[in-house]
């Protein structure tokens, strides 16, 4: 199914809020973002920003209650998944779209073998469901993580938490997605396993042309494995770009902050520079921008209004009315 006028995933204007009590928590406030075939997007940003809500609106598992859409449209190929029946959901997540949960300690039964998960999936979107083809599918994928196959009937406690995310990643790509959503995928990991993790899911991902989108607040994450960056910030993508527009040429006070808050080999400095305050509460976000209590070229405009996103260059936007003291700051 190719539409050369569209996008393989568009999301525009998407807003998710969660109800508790008499409170509102405004999580994801208009997110507009697209995504090419084969293609990889980051969204970067501070923990609480938004991002996992943004992934499980995508997939259709975000909990109701507390948690609601209230408006926006995900279109996968031009079909608009908030709209679509939950028969039709149960056929697209896990076949077209899978995602990679944060924490490979929950995100297994603990009382099912490691197999029976992957062949369980499989089965489920098979044709025939058929169990034994199902297993030898499982028994395949097993091999594809670095799992040897003589595991198949072990259980989740049996692994160390780098064999259970790619148990996990196992499961995501067993039935080929188009789309992978990849939800900080190496958190729990230490950085040596992380790497080969990495480098794991980028090898499957090319190898199967499978469009993904990886949620991280690790920039260098981000360098190895995307083509496209949107930087969210309190429910907001507050810039968007190439990696070389976000790396090369960033824009926003917030961009800058994140990057000004790396340690740096080549600058020699002794100090790391950390981004001042808090994220804003999300029952309570400020009027204006939702940076500016944290800005330091914060002015009244800044304040007020909505701030719209400004092309900058072609594919390159940021959320800011104030983007000239970043120009002499560069200068």
């Known amino acids: 199914m190719s539409q050369t006028n ?18 509102v928590v405004h999580a994801v406030n208009g997110v507009s973002f697209s995504l090419d075939k084969g293609h990889t997007l980051g969204l970067v ?17 975000l909990s109701d209650p507390p948690g609601k859409v209230r408006s926006g449209e995900i279109l996968l190929e031009g079909k608009d998944l908030l709209t679509a029946p ?12 899978s995602m990679i949960f944060q924490d490979p300690m929950t995100a297994l039964n603990p009382v099912m073998t490691i197999g029976d998960q ?15 083809e199902a297993k030898e599918t499982a028994l395949e994928m097993l091999k594809m993580v670095g799992i040897t196959p003589e595991r198949y009937d072990d259980f989740p406690h049996q692994f160390s938490g780098g064999m259970k995310q790619r148990v996990v990643i196992a499961i995501a790509l067993a039935c080929n997605p188009e789309l992978l959503l990849a939800d900080e ?22 190898k199967l042309n499978t469009s993904m989108i990886l949620i991280t607040h690790d920039l260098g994450v981000v360098a190895e494995m995307c083509d496209d960056v949107a930087v969210v910030y309190a429910g907001e993508i507050i810039e968007q ?9 960033p824009a926003h006070p917030y961009t800058h902050g994140l990057f000004g808050s790396l340690p740096s080999m080549a600058k020699g400095q002794k100090r790391l520079h950390p981004i001042p305050g808090l994220t804003p509460d999300p029952t309570d976000l400020p009027k204006g921008c939702n940076f500016s209590p944290r800005c330091p070229y914060a002015t009244d405009a800044c304040r007020q209004g909505d701030i719209p996103l400004t092309e900058l260059t072609p594919g390159h936007t940021c959320r800011c009315c104030n983007l000239g003291h970043l120009e002499k700051k560069e200068g």
């Open 86 to 97: 939950e028969e039709d959901m149960l056929q697209i997540r896990g076949k077209r779209i």
């Open 45 to 61: 940003g501070e923990t609480g920003a938004g991002k996992t809500s943004i992934a499980k609106s995508i997939i259709g598992v």
């Open 185 to 206: 995928p190496t958190t729990a990991l230490d950085v040596t396993i992380q790497a080969q993790v990495l480098e794991m899911i980028n090898d499957l991902k090319e």
């Open 6 to 23: 569209e996008k393989f995933l568009e999301v525009n204007n998407l807003v998710v809020e969660y109800i508790t009590g008499k409170q």
């Open 241 to 249: 770009g190439s990696k070389e527009d976000l790396f090369d040429h």
């Open 118 to 132: 992957i062949a369980e999936v499989v089965a489920l979107h098979s044709e025939s469901g058929n169990t034994h």
